[in-house]
């Protein structure tokens, strides 16, 4: 079989390697501007200026007038939060769509390496929100928050509470009595009331479908139907910084990442109408009985007109998402290199060596250390032996998919097909890893930009970032570790694909 070296990577210099959060301007045409917006995580001295990504997700919110729709799979950022009480006191209707959380009395029974304490501070966080800046619910500055099923205040964790700036109690919220799956909940402080997906009978409690069985994982905001951002960052400290003690000491050590900033209505309303479509009307709070428009599978894709090159803008569930892309890469020419987070989805692994074996394409990529044991017990036990070498490099030790050295997370999730000349260039980008729960089973969405210009600067950002995150481990200023904490989080060795 001959293939192309699995060398690329190398010849890239490494001077004026950027470690922090920085951005780059993709398009500037008129009524379409695009930038990219990443986040290394290597920076151990960033210094007073802030983190780029959090800068300018906190600009795209205060400069909302009107409206603002976030779709977040998570979020606790503290700049984040603020600027939303704030632009929801200055009568911006402020709505978020979050993830149904595990409920409480789950996590509890199978709680491992602080699982626990997060969904607390989900919780906490989330009410913050609710509450508005002044910390009262049913005032004029509260923000929506909704999700599939009801999120649950917590009650029993006052001393989470405290931490928070919360009342001790979880006074004055809305209550229900409901059931998620298994689990029974009567005249309960919730955070959001869940949509309706069926009730038993007359008189029954309304039920709830397990969040567990699907993930909300979109991170996009939208302000005023004109522009916003989506990405991989899912709005939190550690997707950014890495941790209040390292934002405190003007560290960016949190995971890679990487967002695309949008100034395009045409854009924008397309988000909007999804966001519509899942809240289950617009503008207003959300029924508990206002049921989710399951629309068909891609009836809220759209294209976007007016950036000089073809955009398009995918939603997930969808497996015909799945094929659509797939049929991208059979058409690649010249190369497929991609950073995942987790990437264990056969049959696109499949057809890139597929694309490799009968047309030589040059293949790289990088994959978090978490998830790469995923991907590489997909290509050995199902694909076989001789991808086993092209992809892992077995026997000679020179894998053409490389394993993530970060401190942290390797979080971003985009593939570019034909990024240095071929016949199909573009880049595949957004919330969404190529596994089968996210194709299949989340709520996503899918960023396509058909240009060679984009397609060229991202595989110099890959490039780039590959080499420098070789020698992130043992460059990492140890210093920066409280003496409590000498190795990495614990966290981390409790991420799942949700993350």
Same mark, same amino acid.
């Given at each position: 079989?001959?293939?192309?070296?699995?060398?690329?990577?190398?010849?890239?210099?490494?001077?004026?390697?950027?470690?922090?959060?920085?951005?780059?301007?993709?398009?500037?045409?008129?009524?379409?501007?695009?930038?990219?917006?990443?986040?290394?995580? +290597?920076?151990?001295?960033?210094?007073?200026?802030?983190?780029? +990504?959090?800068?300018?997700?906190?600009?795209?919110?205060?400069?909302?007038?009107?409206?603002?729709?976030?779709?977040?799979?998570?979020?606790?950022?503290?700049?984040?939060?603020?600027?939303?009480?704030?632009?929801?006191?200055?009568?911006?209707?402020?709505?978020?769509?979050?993830?149904?959380?595990?409920?409480?009395?789950?996590?509890?029974?199978?709680?491992?390496?602080?699982?626990?304490?997060?969904?607390?501070?989900?919780?906490?966080?989330?009410?913050?929100?609710?509450?508005?800046?002044?910390?009262?619910?049913?005032?004029?500055?509260?923000?929506?928050?909704?999700?599939?099923?009801?999120?649950?205040?917590?009650?029993? @964790?006052?001393?989470?509470?405290?931490?928070?700036?919360?009342?001790?109690?979880?006074?004055?919220?809305?209550?229900?009595?409901?059931?998620?799956?298994?689990?029974?909940?009567?005249?309960?402080?919730?955070?959001?009331?869940?949509?309706?997906?069926?009730?038993?009978?007359?008189?029954?409690?309304?039920?709830?479908?397990?969040?567990?069985?699907?993930?909300?994982?979109?991170?996009?905001?939208?302000?005023?139907?004109?522009?916003?951002?989506?990405?991989?960052?899912?709005?939190?400290?550690?997707?950014?910084?890495?941790?209040?003690?390292?934002?405190?000491?003007?560290? @960016?050590?949190?995971?890679?990442?990487? +967002?695309?900033?949008?100034?395009?209505?045409? +854009?924008?309303?397309?988000?909007?109408?999804?966001?519509?479509?899942?809240?289950?009307?617009?503008?207003?709070?959300?029924?508990?009985?206002?049921?989710?428009?399951?629309?068909?599978?891609?009836?809220?894709?759209?294209?976007?007109?007016?950036?000089?090159?073809?955009?398009?803008? #995918?939603?997930?569930?969808?497996?015909?998402?799945?094929?659509?892309?797939?049929?991208?890469?059979?058409?690649?020419?010249?190369?497929?290199?991609?950073?995942?987070?987790?990437?264990?989805e056969e049959k696109f692994i499949r057809a890139i060596y597929?694309?490799?074996?009968?047309?030589?394409?040059?293949?790289?990529?990088?994959?978090? @250390?978490?998830?790469?044991?995923?991907?590489?017990?997909?290509?050995?036990?199902?694909?076989?032996?001789?991808?086993?070498?092209?992809?892992?490099?077995?026997?000679?030790?020179?894998?053409?998919?490389?394993?993530?050295?970060?401190?942290?997370?390797?979080?971003?999730?985009? #593939?570019?097909?034909?990024?240095?000349?071929?016949?199909?260039? #573009?880049?595949?980008t957004g919330s969404a890893n190529f596994s089968i729960s996210?194709?299949?089973?989340?709520?996503?969405?899918?960023?396509?930009?058909?240009?060679?210009?984009?397609?060229?600067?991202?595989?110099?950002?890959?490039?780039?970032?590959?080499?420098?995150?070789?020698?992130?481990?043992?460059?990492?200023?140890?210093?920066l570790q409280r003496p409590e904490d000498p190795e990495p989080?614990?966290?981390?060795?409790?991420?799942?694909?949700?993350?």
């Open positions: 079989m001959r293939v192309r070296s699995a060398f690329a990577f190398a010849a890239i210099t490494l001077a004026a390697l950027p470690g922090s959060a920085f951005a780059l301007q993709l398009n500037n045409t008129a009524g379409c501007l695009l930038d990219l917006v990443q986040n290394d995580g +290597m920076e151990p001295m960033a210094g007073a200026r802030g983190n780029e +990504m959090v800068s300018r997700v906190v600009a795209l919110v205060d400069s909302a007038q009107s409206t603002l729709e976030v779709a977040a799979h998570e979020i606790d950022h503290p700049a984040i939060i603020k600027a939303l009480q704030k632009a929801a006191a200055r009568g911006v209707a402020v709505r978020v769509y979050t993830d149904a959380k595990d409920v409480l009395q789950k996590v509890e029974q199978k709680s491992a390496n602080g699982a626990l304490g997060r969904s607390v501070a989900q919780r906490t966080n989330l009410e913050r929100l609710m509450r508005g800046s002044d910390g009262t619910f049913g005032t004029s500055d509260d923000i929506l928050i909704q999700a599939e099923s009801p999120i649950e205040a917590a009650v029993r @964790e006052t001393g989470a509470r405290i931490r928070a700036g919360l009342p001790v109690a979880p006074d004055g919220l809305p209550r229900a009595s409901y059931k998620v799956a298994s689990y029974t909940f009567v005249d309960q402080p919730i955070i959001a009331p869940g949509i309706v997906r069926r009730t038993i009978t007359t008189g029954h409690l309304p039920t709830f479908r397990a969040p567990s069985t699907t993930r909300m994982h979109h991170k996009f905001i939208v302000a005023d139907d004109k522009r916003g951002v989506t990405g991989s960052f899912n709005f939190t400290l550690s997707g950014a910084e890495g941790s209040q003690f390292d934002a405190l000491t003007g560290a @960016e050590l949190g995971h890679r990442q990487q +967002m695309i900033f949008f100034d395009n209505p045409q +854009m924008a309303s397309g988000y909007v109408r999804y966001f519509d479509a899942l809240w289950g009307g617009s503008h207003g709070p959300a029924s508990v009985d206002a049921g989710l428009r399951e629309p068909s599978p891609g009836l809220l894709d759209f294209d976007v007109t007016n950036c000089g090159f073809p955009v398009r803008i #995918m939603f997930l569930p969808n497996r015909n998402a799945a094929t659509s892309l797939i049929g991208e890469i059979e058409k690649s020419s010249s190369s497929v290199q991609f950073e995942f987070f987790a990437f264990e597929k694309q490799a074996v009968d047309r030589n394409i040059e293949v790289r990529g990088i994959i978090d @250390e978490r998830f790469y044991s995923a991907f590489a017990d997909v290509v050995r036990s199902k694909i076989g032996a001789e991808a086993d070498q092209f992809f892992l490099g077995t026997l000679n030790g020179k894998p053409r998919v490389e394993k993530s050295r970060l401190f942290r997370l390797l979080h971003s999730k985009t #593939m570019i097909i034909d990024g240095a000349g071929g016949a199909n260039p #573009m880049v595949i996210a194709f299949e089973h989340n709520r996503e969405n899918i960023v396509v930009l058909r240009s060679p210009a984009i397609a060229l600067q991202f595989v110099g950002e890959l490039r780039r970032f590959v080499n420098a995150s070789r020698v992130n481990r043992a460059g990492y200023c140890s210093a989080p614990s966290e981390l060795t409790s991420l799942t694909e949700d993350d």
